[in-house]
């Protein structure tokens, strides 16, 4: 359950399988950006205007463990020239941008990226200055731009960080005290990673055959800056975690949640043909009423699948634990679960691997808890399904395309409640139409 399929094997035409994306994902993606000419442009302040040389040369020729950006693109990429956008007001640097933008010419056969070196981060302190930092990717959003934002100083900060490592381990040139160097190397390995997912790329797929079967995710957000209440967004996927589109809607209602469900089966429908079984992954528990509004839905699409809801909750679980008494660390295998009865499960979501008993567990210690219901037919609740039900929240949690580390939710109710936490910042709380809603900007 926990092997990936990543880009190819060198001089072979075999894909890669691996359970660490860290280590698979320098093989290459599984595919491609479905854009051929991809160029990329900065958009920065007029003090860091210079830090920009020196990020674009780690892009195109690699930094320690990282490779660069086309290995990880799978194609080459190159830069807009002319295109960049130096700003001189960092407190509200939205009408600079938007001037400048409104002057460039662009070509309608190439890819714009936006590399954002912000001096703003998402997590500022002043709701002002959060809301500035969306409303530029909204901007660009507009202008069919996907971006990748960088934090200015963290940057600055990891990249000293490594140069004082680096001179550390040369004074002590014994193996025993030397730190690792590079660490940034990472931080544009998500990043890269991150890129090609923004562009219609698959790093990694779950190693599993490809079913006619959808998964859709229901994720939702309070969101405290904007005094909105609970917003919510319904991704689908395909069984392999290929990514479709998803829907946006600003409030908690299940009629939008079941029109959205209804949509994804209309293009699933239109792309492939019908579906064998549908999958909800929903961030809390159903209650009948609204499962009656869903089915009754479907019911006018004349399908006759079984629906399975996989109720996961967002917080993990703490009030019942389960322990590894054979190992040190009492943490058990990731992908263990334990059934508590009345068809609700704890799932051990980890980094506790057995492929490397060197490997360090980062995170997660707590398990999930997840609750399993077919309304459409209780009899179809085997063992072998609920295993499989298990397994696929299991392995959904291991394409999170912002990073190479292992999450504790699958991506089923992680995206949705991202892009929730994100649209409220925007004008009107909607998303721009002009990006679309089958891409991932938001990671």
Sequence with gaps: SKRLVFGKKPNSNENLIDVIPQWGINAGPYS????????????????????????????????????????????QFTTAPGFSIVFADSNNPIPEIEEKLMSRSFD???????????PIS?????????????????????????????????????????????????MCPQTKYKKR???????????????????????????????????????????????TQYIGSAFSFDNTGAFNSFEYFQKDEIKELAGSIKDAIIQYKNAIQNPNRLIIHYYKEMREDQVEIIEDTLSKLNLDIPIFVVTINKTEAEDIIVFDD????????????????????????????????????????????L????????????QNTIQGLIDQVYQFSRIYWKSVKQ?????TIKYPEMVASIAPYFSNGSIPIGIGKDNLWFL
């Design 32 to 75: 491609q950006p479905r854009h051929n000419n991809i160029q990329l442009f900065f958009i920065v302040s007029a003090a860091h205007k210079k830090h920009t040389i020196p990020l674009l040369d780690m892009l195109r020729n690699g930094y320690y463990n990282f490779k660069g950006l086309s290995k990880y693109l799978g194609i």
């Design 181 to 227: 160097e590079g660490n940034f190397a990472y931080t544009l390995q998500n990043i890269a990673i991150a890129i090609n997912a923004k562009l219609g790329g698959t790093p990694w797929r779950i190693a599993v055959p490809k079913y006619r079967e959808l998964i859709v995710g229901v994720g939702a957000f309070r969101h405290n800056d904007t005094n």
């Design 122 to 170: 998402k997590y500022a302190p002043q709701k002002e200055q959060r809301i500035i930092y969306y409303r530029i990717k909204e901007l660009l959003l507009k202008w069919n731009i996907t971006s990748q934002c960088i934090e200015t100083d963290k940057m600055l900060r990891m990249l000293e960080d490594d140069r004082n490592v680096a001179e550390q381990n040369k």
């Design 108 to 118: 309608p056969g190439t890819k714009y990226f936006a590399i954002y070196l912000t």
């Design 407 to 411: 999450q504790n939710l699958p991506v």
């Design 371 to 382: 609750k399993i219901k077919c309304p459409t037919d209780s009899t179809l609740l085997n």
């Design 326 to 369: 054979d190992f040190a660390e009492k943490m058990p295998y990731s992908g263990r679960y334990i059934n508590l009865g009345n068809n609700t499960f704890l799932l051990c979501n980890n980094t506790r691997y057995e492929v490397d008993k060197s490997q360090r567990i980062e995170s997660y210690p707590f398990p999930v808890k």
